[in-house]
């Protein structure tokens, strides 16, 4: 069965946005899979209760954080060899059973020679051990606190949400409380990261 969808231009401008397909039986992994596949001009998620959510194509700005968030985790993950860095388009199955897409992810190389081929070429089934989630404007604050919150319960170590709107930046570890950083010009990885420092000058300004 082909699962495509399509969507008006002004329904995209609503993005994000999510669909519950009740009463119909939930995916499986794998025709999730080939759902996104069929859909790749948007983002695609999956809560743990089956809910799909969909977000267009990010703007220039976002894009370009992005961008520079990726660009400096994959610099110190080279030098550091210990784990590799993905991009916002890599999904991640999560014991919860959803399936959710940070902006950026890291992961220890030694969990990730557990897979097998044909899991690494699908969503990685795992979580993530560092996410950075970046708000955009179209972002509710409250919702992406509470995906900070899903992504520590099921295993991330280190998260990081990222507010460039005002200038805050969230960081998320199992068994603690929530610090909230403002006006940072940098911050630290440790000791999840060691020796990665993001200057946060190319997140706070869009640069072109």
Known sequence: MAFTLTLEPELRDMMPMSIDLRPLPMMTDEEFFLFCQANRDLRIERTASGEIIMMAPVGGETGRRNANLVTD?????????????????????????AMRSPDAAWVRRDRLAQ????????????????????RSSSDVLRTAQDKMGEWIANGVQLGWLIDPTERNVYIYRPDYAVEQLQNQMTISGEPVLPGFVLELSTIWHAGF
Request: glycine share 6%; charged share 20%.
């Open 73 to 97: 985790l994959t610099i110190w993950a080279r030098a550091n060899k210990q784990g590799v860095v993905f991009d916002s388009s890599t999904g991640f199955d999560l014991p919860s059973g």
């Open 115 to 134: 897979l097998t081929a044909d899991q690494k070429r699908k969503f990685l089934p795992l979580c993530p051990d560092f996410i950075i989630e970046l």
